[in-house]
């Protein structure tokens, strides 16, 4: 009997990238594969380097993708790579605060809008980590998925919605693979664009 493949990703559950995670395993047929979740990708990169994960997943636009990929690249391969959007996110804040003075977000969404009318910025872990917030009222506004307010539309309003974004996902193990030109998609959606 064989073990289960295991992927570290950053949590918590219902985080796009746990989300993205669960669609690339469905998407490889691997249905046997396990899924641990982090709070920081540092712990999950020592977790991949001491074998205790198979692989990790990391969106590109992550604020420690660059530090991961430069401080492991000795220890830690990019075997993987794909294209694939996010759940639909918003600004969101709370109905009963009429001017939000505070607004969470996860770091890779900070620059989705100028947030130079919130005086008090939270980083957080994820966007399931600022919907909590939110629900707690532990902050007046907050980057997060639509989800939130189609959930609970009487406390939560959307401000500025973003929709849906496409982000390059990364995936890392091991063991390098035996690539010694370009490898890339064949028949990606892009070349109708090149055609045209």
């Known amino acids: 009997m064989t073990t289960p493949l295991r992927f570290g990703t950053l949590g918590t559950e219902g985080s796009n990238h746990s989300m993205i995670v669960r669609k690339y395993i469905a998407f490889r047929k691997l249905e046997d594969a396990e899924i641990v979740l982090y709070t920081d990708f540092r712990e999950a990169f020592e977790a991949l380097v ?19 990929s430069a401080r492991y690249v000795h220890r830690v391969h990019v075997v993987d790579t794909f294209i694939a959007p996010s759940k639909s996110l918003a ?6 605060v009429e001017q939000p003075r505070s607004i969470a977000f996860q770091p890779a969404t900070k620059h989705y809008a100028d947030l130079s009318a919130w005086p008090r910025q939270i980083d957080e872990v994820s966007i399931m980590t600022v919907a909590e917030g939110l629900q707690a009222g532990r902050f007046d506004s907050g980057i997060t998925s639509v989800e939130l307010v189609e959930q609970a539309p009487d406390r939560f309003r959307i401000d500025q919605l973003f929709g849906p974004i496409t982000d390059v996902w990364v995936l ?11 490898s890339a998609w064949p028949d990606a959606p892009v070349c109708r664009y090149f055609h045209e």
């Open 91 to 96: 600004i969101i804040s709370r109905t009963d």
């Open 172 to 182: 890392f193990g091991r063991k390098p693979l035996d690539i010694r030109s370009l």
């Open 50 to 68: 001491a074998g205790d994960l198979d692989f990790i997943l990391q969106v590109s636009v992550h604020p420690s993708h660059t530090e991961m």
